[in-house]
C-alpha cells in the first residue's frame, strides 16, 4: 500500500447493507474506536452513488454485510486500481448458502421471500471473495471467513453512547430490593427457539420461588406454559436501544440462552454479557465459543449445558444474594477493562496500522491517477443513465456564483473546490450519454415511443400540495412556453417551476427567462441550469436579483430547452383550471396555467 498513508491521515469508509443494531454496532461503534485514535471515518449505504467519488478519496473501504451489485464493483474496481485496502465486514453467517438451512430467521420466512435471501447470502459471499480481508467479531466467524478470505477479528464492544447511560443507570438506579428479576432481552423473533434452551428450567424457578419475577423484553413468543405464573412473568415488546441499559439495571440476572449445535448461534457474539456487566448484572448464558471466551465460569458468570444445570446456577444466584453480587462486580470490571470504545479503539487501529504495512500489492498497482481518472469516465456513464438527477452522485448545493465551480450550466453553477478527477469524469460521463442519446438509432427508437404515446392519448397527472397537474409533454428543441403572472409584492426574486425528468438524467440546458411581456426582445432576468441537476417531479426554483418595484406589475416567464432531443429532455406540467390568454406555446394560447410559484425577498425594518 502507499508508503505515505499512515494512521495518522487514514480515511476509512464504512458502506452499509443492514439497517439496525448490527449497523450500530458494526459501522458506528468502529468509527468511534477510529475516531478515537485520530482516524478519519464515513458511513454510507450500499447504494450510494456517491460512492464512485468516495472511491478516489479513502484508503480503507470497510463493506458491512453488503451484497454484490454493480456499483460495489465498480468502486472495488477503482479501489484496487489505487492499492486500496476493501474488508468484507459481518457479525452474522450471512455468506455460506450451505448453512442458510440453520438460519431460524430463515425458515421463518414465506417462499418467495426465503429465496430472495438466500440470493442475498450467495451475493454476500461473491462481495466477500472480492474483498481482501474479512472484519467480523468471533473466532468461530474467522474461521469460517478465512476459507475465502484472511480475516480479522474486532471484537463487539459498546458504543460511548450507550455506554454513558449505562454508566448513568448504574449509579443513580437500584435493582428491586424485594423480589429477585430474571431479564431476557431479545432482538427479534429468530431467539424463539434459543429461549426454548433455558424454558424448562425457568419454568421450574418460577413454580419453586414465587418471589421471583421473569421479565422479557423483545419480540419473544413465550411458551403457553408461562401464563400460569400470571405478575410473575412480564414481557415488553420493543424498547429503543437507548432505553436498555435502564431495562439491564432492573434485574438480577441476565440470560443468554442459544442452540449449541446450531452455526448461526455459534456465530453471536458476546454482546449480551458485557452489555449486563457494565450495569453489574451477572449473566447465565449457554456456553457457545463466544460466550466462552468472555466468560470465566463461576467468576465473571455462569455458562449451562443442559437443563439441569440451567436450574443449579439459577438456584445458586437467587439463594446467594452476596454471590449474585460479586459475580456482578467481577464482571462489571471485565468489561471495563475489555469492552469500552477506548480499549477497543486502540486494539482495532493498531490491527489496521499492521494490515496497511504488510498489505501486498499486485505488479502496476497503484495506477496513475491518470489511469485512475480515466477508468472512472468508462464506469461513470452507466451510473448516470441509470439515474435519476446528477445531485445524486454530488450532493452539493445549487448556487448562482462561484469562481471554483464546475460550470454544468451557463449561469448557475455547482460549488465545488477546484475540479478534480471525479468532476472532470462527471462532466466527460454526460458528454457520452449526451452523444449515446443523439445517435440515429436511439433518435428513432425515442420519436417511436412518443408516437405511441401520442396515439394512445396516454396522460399522466400529478398531485402536489392538493393541486393536480398534467404533463407537458416533453420540452424539446424550438418549443417555448410562456406564462404571464400578475406580481403580488416587491422584490420578487424566484420563481420556482414543476419539472417532470422522466425518471432518468437529462443533459441539455433548460433557460428560464423573466420579460416584462411575453414579446419583448431583452429579459429582466436569466438562469440556466443542468437538466441533469433537476428532480422528478419537483419544483426548481430559478433566482435572481430582487426586483424592488416589480409589485403590481404583469411579467413573463418563459421556459426553453434549445439543445434536447426526445429521450434528452425534461418536461413541464400544467393545471387544468381556466386561465385564458395568459399560457402560451410558441406564441399560441393554451387553457391551463404553468405549475409555478414565485418568491419575494423579505426585507427588515432598516430595508436591509
Known amino acids: 500500500m502507499d508508503s505515505s498513508v499512515t494512521t495518522a491521515n487514514l480515511r476509512v469508509l464504512f458502506i ?5 443494531e448490527t449497523r450500530r454496532y458494526r459501522c458506528s461503534h468502529q ?3 477510529l475516531e478515537l485514535q485520530g482516524i478519519f ?4 449505504t450500499f447504494h450510494d452513488v456517491r460512492l464512485l467519488q468516495d472511491a478516489l478519496d479513502y484508503d480503507v473501504f470497510v463493506f458491512h454485510r453488503t451484497p454484490y451489485h454493480r456499483l460495489l464493483q465498480d468502486v472495488l474496481d477503482l479501489a484496487h486500481r489505487r492499492g486500496k485496502i476493501a474488508l468484507f465486514e459481518t457479525d452474522d453467517l450471512i455468506f455460506e448458502p450451505a448453512l442458510v438451512q440453520h438460519d431460524s ?7 418467495t421471500v426465503a429465496q430472495e435471501y438466500l440470493r442475498n447470502i450467495h451475493l454476500n459471499l461473491e462481495m466477500l471473495k472480492r ?3 474479512a472484519l467480523t467479531t468471533t473466532d468461530y466467524l474467522a474461521h469460517a471467513l478465512q476459507q475465502h478470505k484472511p480475516a480479522l477479528i474486532n471484537r463487539n464492544a459498546v458504543g460511548v453512547e450507550w455506554l454513558c447511560r449505562a454508566e448513568e443507570m448504574y449509579n443513580t438506579v437500584e435493582p428491586p430490593r424485594y423480589h429477585i428479576v430474571i431479564g431476557y432481552i431479545s432482538g427479534s423473533t429468530s431467539h424463539n427457539r434459543d429461549f426454548q434452551i433455558a424454558t424448562d428450567a425457568l419454568l421450574h424457578i418460577l413454580d419453586k420461588y414465587p418471589q421471583v419475577n421473569l421479565h422479557i423484553v423483545g419480540p419473544l413468543e413465550l411458551d403457553q406454559r408461562f401464563a400460569r405464573f400470571g405478575t410473575q412473568v412480564q414481557q415488553t415488546p420493543f424498547i429503543p436501544w437507548e432505553d436498555i441499559p435502564r431495562a439491564i439495571r432492573a434485574t438480577h440476572i441476565n440470560l443468554a440462552p442459544l442452540e449449541l449445535d446450531n452455526p448461526f448461534c455459534q456465530s453471536k457474539s458476546e454482546l449480551k454479557y458485557f452489555e449486563a456487566a457494565f450495569l453489574g448484572v451477572p449473566t447465565l448464558a449457554s456456553p457457545t465459543e463466544a460466550f466462552q471466551f468472555a466468560i470465566r465460569h463461576g467468576d465473571t458468570g ?13 438456584e445458586l444466584v437467587i439463594r446467594d444474594p452476596a454471590c449474585r453480587v460479586a459475580i456482578g462486580q467481577a464482571a462489571r470490571q471485565d468489561a471495563l477493562r475489555n469492552y469500552t470504545p477506548q480499549v477497543r479503539s486502540q486494539q482495532f487501529a493498531q490491527a489496521l496500522r499492521d494490515l496497511i504495512a504488510h498489505h501486498p500489492l499486485l505488479p502496476g498497482i497503484p495506477q496513475t491517477p491518470e489511469q485512475v481518472e480515466r477508468r472512472l469516465s468508462e464506469l461513470l456513464p452507466h451510473h448516470l443513465d441509470k439515474a435519476e438527477n446528477l445531485r445524486l452522485f454530488i450532493g452539493s448545493p445549487i448556487t448562482k456564483t462561484g469562481d471554483t465551480a464546475l460550470a454544468l450550466t451557463s449561469s448557475l453553477k455547482i460549488t465545488f473546490p477546484p475540479p478534480g478527477p471525479f468532476e472532470r469524469s462527471l462532466q466527460q460521463a454526460l458528454q457520452t450519454i449526451r452523444r449515446a442519446r443523439r445517435r440515429p438509432l436511439t433518435v428513432v427508437v425515442a420519436w417511436a415511443k412518443y408516437l405511441i404515446k401520442k396515439l394512445t392519448r396516454q396522460v399522466y397527472h400529478l398531485t402536489v400540495a392538493g393541486q393536480t397537474y398534467h404533463l407537458l409533454g416533453e420540452l424539446t428543441s424550438g418549443q417555448v412556453y410562456c406564462q404571464t403572472f400578475q406580481v403580488t409584492s416587491p422584490n420578487l426574486c424566484g420563481v420556482s417551476v414543476l419539472f417532470a425528468t422522466f425518471g432518468r438524467i437529462n443533459t441539455p440546458d433548460v433557460i428560464f427567462h423573466l420579460k416584462a411581456s411575453c414579446n419583448s426582445p431583452d429579459d429582466l432576468a436569466t438562469c440556466a441550469v443542468s437538466a441533469s441537476l433537476l428532480r422528478d417531479n419537483s419544483f ?14 404583469t411579467l413573463c416567464l418563459s421556459i426553453e430547452s434549445p439543445q434536447a432531443v426526445l429521450g434528452d429532455c425534461v418536461g413541464l406540467w400544467s393545471s387544468t383550471c381556466a386561465d385564458p390568454n395568459t399560457f402560451y406555446k410558441n406564441g399560441q394560447p393554451l387553457t391551463g396555467r404553468l405549475a409555478y410559484t414565485t418568491r419575494y425577498e423579505q426585507l427588515n425594518d432598516n430595508g436591509d
Do not use: N, V
Open 105 to 111: 430467521y430463515y425458515r421463518s420466512l414465506a417462499p
Open 131 to 133: 474483498c481482501d480481508y
Open 16 to 20: 452499509s447493507g443492514p439497517e439496525g
Open 31 to 33: 468509527q468511534e474506536q
Open 540 to 553: 426548481f426554483d430559478f433566482s435572481f436579483d430582487p426586483l424592488p418595484d416589480s409589485a403590481g406589475k
Open 302 to 314: 455462569f455458562l449451562a449445558r443442559d437443563t439441569q444445570e440451567w436450574i443449579s446456577y439459577l
Open 41 to 44: 471515518t464515513d458511513l454510507r
